[in-house]
């Protein structure tokens, strides 16, 4: 039902990397691009991503964005203790005409 | 660099309305569109609604016939109302503001947790 999927959880290594995926369900959900956003607990919501893979100013460079087709992806390079978050997926979705979240993906650095 | 405050009271009852208050700082309120979001705990973040500085307003259909959103821009702020609140409606609430080129939601207050109880 909901418009953007995404995995409950992923695990890696420190300085390892993380590919955090997330498929739009429909057509209809992401035709102005998708973000990322990253959630510690206690924190507001991160902006890490726009428009599928433009970063905005101060993010890291070990991190980075794309999409190919219904599914857009957020890869993390060389994992840090920081890295620990939850991260959701975001995008316009126009049949519902309402703004979409994934459920959300809890990366853990191990 | 712009800043967005929630403010309202932190416990509300059931059945009664819930009413929170957007600040924002350090930028205008013009040109914007302007969103709730929730995090019931445990949960997801889900949706609530936008608002335009223009007024205009779209509601998460879920949400849609219990929720008001109202703008101020003499104030530099927006405003949530949603009627006869349930335990379901606990949550943090958010606000944040969409970017003017890919309405990514690109700026967000601290959050602020309501309780519905008796």
């Known amino acids: 039902q909901a418009g953007l999927t995404q995995p409950p959880s992923v695990s890696k290594g420190l300085r390892q990397t993380a590919t955090l995926t997330c498929t739009a369900n429909s057509d209809n959900v992401g035709n102005q691009g998708v973000a990322w956003l990253q959630l510690h607990q206690g924190h507001p919501p991160k902006l890490l991503s726009y428009r599928n893979n433009n970063r905005p100013s101060g993010i890291s460079e070990r991190l980075s964005a794309s999409r190919s087709g219904n599914t857009a992806s957020l890869t993390i390079t060389g994992l840090q203790p920081e890295d620990e978050a939850d991260y959701y997926c975001s995008a316009w979705d126009s049949s519902l005409s309402a703004w979409v979240f994934g459920g959300g993906t809890k990366l853990t650095v191990l | 660099q712009v800043q967005l405050q929630e403010s309202g009271p932190g416990l509300v009852k059931p059945s009664e309305t819930l009413s929170l208050t957007c600040t924002v700082s350090?930028?205008?309120?013009?040109?914007?569109?302007w969103s709730w979001i929730r995090q019931p705990p445990g949960e997801g973040l889900q949706w609530v609604g936008y608002?335009?500085?223009?007024?205009?307003?779209n509601y998460n259909p879920s949400l849609r016939s219990r929720v008001t959103m109202s703008v101020d821009t003499s104030k530099n702020q927006f405003s949530l109302k949603l009627s006869s609140v349930t335990a379901a409606d606990t949550a943090v609430y958010y606000c944040?503001?969409?970017?003017?080129?890919?309405?990514?939601?690109?700026?967000w207050g601290q959050g602020t947790l309501v309780t519905v109880s008796s």
């Open positions: 608002i335009h500085y223009s007024g205009n307003t």
């Open positions: 944040a503001r969409h970017d003017s080129g890919d309405y990514s939601l690109d700026y």
């Open positions: 350090g930028g205008s309120i013009n040109n914007y569109y």
